[in-house]
């Protein structure tokens, strides 16, 4: 069966958050120019952009991300936002994902949703979004940044719900003041922080790459539009019966031969329809 074109897209706000990830993964410069820095793994299925602080610039970033045609040429896309928060608890160096995103400014929440075992997932946490840098804490277990609301939003105008999550590490606590935070420490951080999540990123990559599976097109579809002219119409109706074709036959291709658009379909509506 042939596998869908899958992507992982990362979006952080600071450079050393996102220098964990670019150095895990191996990822470089694009070399496109535009807004935000972007870095991509070699076969593209990797991105990551570099907002700026701020959920104004989250979201621009992500929309940034989404237009490039690499990210558009995906059957599918995971994103997440990553980076260093605080807590009023004493949570430093812990690693937690956003069971629901506020943001008191705009008197708006979000609830990203999980989607895989309890083995593979991570602890969750409400994010609270805020305007400025704060070292007052909010009572109870939520964690404060200043992106999550700006990004949550726009991802998931891009992919569904269970493909769009909020990864966040406690860089600063009440016994770990927010001005001792350098580049260095949140680099570190945010490297323990991907170790952490490792079972639960591979989970999110698994069923990012079964949606691309599900959306991908069926084997021999581009190779029949190559040989004869569909209508959009018709391309869908071949994607369709390609499909349907590939359930009863498994590996066996569909194959067109000197036929026309019209006669080709015909011929799959009788191959899917016969007994």
């Known amino acids: 069966m042939a596998r869908g074109l899958f992507q992982t897209n990362w979006v952080v706000a600071l450079k050393p958050e996102g220098r964990a990830v670019i150095e895990k993964f191996g990822l470089t410069p694009s070399g496109e120019r535009g807004l935000f820095p972007v870095f991509t793994s070699g076969d593209q299925s990797m991105q990551l952009v570099v907002s700026g602080p701020g959920k104004v610039q989250a979201a621009a970033a992500t929309a940034h991300l989404a237009s490039l045609p690499s990210t558009r040429s995906a059957d599918a896309t995971v994103w997440i936002n990553f980076g260093i928060a605080g807590s009023g608890g004493p949570d430093y160096g812990k690693?937690?994902?956003?069971?629901?995103?506020?943001?008191?400014?705009?008197?708006?929440?979000?609830?990203?949703?999980?989607?895989?075992?309890?083995?593979?997932?991570?602890e969750r946490r409400t994010i609270r979004t805020v305007d400025q840098p704060c070292g007052d804490y909010p009572d109870g277990d939520a964690l404060v940044e200043m992106e999550a609301s700006g990004f949550y939003p726009v991802a998931t105008r891009m992919a569904g719900a269970e493909l769009c999550h909020v990864l966040k590490v406690v860089s600063d606590d009440p016994g770990h003041p927010i001005h001792l935070?350098?580049?260095?420490?949140?680099?570190?951080?945010?490297?323990?922080?991907?170790?952490?999540?490792?079972d639960w990123f591979s989970a999110l990559c698994e069923l990012g790459q079964e949606e691309a599976d599900r959306l991908g097109d069926p084997p021999?579809?581009?190779?029949?539009?190559?040989?004869?002219?569909?209508?959009?119409?018709?391309?869908?109706?071949?994607r369709r019966l390609l499909q349907q074709w590939q359930a009863r036959n498994g590996d066996l291709l569909f194959s067109a031969g000197n036929e026309n658009a019209r006669e080709i379909l015909h011929r799959l509506r009788n191959g899917v329809s016969s007994p």
């Open 95 to 122: 690693t937690y994902l956003a069971g629901k995103i506020e943001d008191l400014a705009v008197g708006k929440s979000w609830y990203p949703v999980a989607t895989w075992s309890r083995k593979r997932d991570l």
């Open 181 to 198: 935070i350098d580049k260095a420490i949140a680099k570190q951080l945010c490297q323990v922080a991907l170790d952490h999540a490792a």
């Open 220 to 238: 021999g579809f581009r190779e029949i539009l190559k040989a004869a002219h569909f209508t959009v119409t018709q391309q869908h109706q071949l």
